[in-house]
Nanobody, 121 residues
């Protein structure tokens, strides 16, 4: 049974930082592309970032480029999202997801339960 468990969310002021973690189990982690998505209240789910199997290829949404950094530790079955210079519009539930494909069109069969990030103005 595949499980993705996010942590690290919370309440932070504008300009602050948070580091999200997602620990995977039930799959061979380095066989999977990992990604972060987010969903703000009343909005559709939005792609945030993805990292390839080895970590050599990375994509970011334009809205987070230069502020967020995705990374992974295959030995620890964990993917991270370092979020700096946070803005109120970053407020959302953040989800990690796993896929065997890389790219913006990848299909993600596995999802975590999400972690809330709230940025106060």
């Amino acid at each position: 049974q595949v499980q993705l468990v996010e942590s690290g969310g919370g309440l932070v002021q504008t300009g602050g930082s948070l580091r999200l973690s997602c620990v995977a189990s039930g799959l061979t982690f380095d066989n999977y592309v990992m990604a972060w998505f987010r969903r703000a209240p009343g909005q559709e789910r939005q792609f945030v970032s993805t990292i390839s199997w080895s970590g050599k290829r990375i994509l970011y949404a334009e809205s987070v480029e230069g502020r967020f950094t995705i990374s992974r530790d295959n030995a620890a079955n964990t993917v991270y999202l370092q979020m700096n210079s946070l803005k109120p519009e970053d407020t959302a539930v953040y989800y990690c997801a796993a896929s065997t494909d890389y790219g913006l069109a990848a299909h993600y069969p596995y999802w975590g339960q999400g972690t809330q990030v709230t940025v106060s103005s």
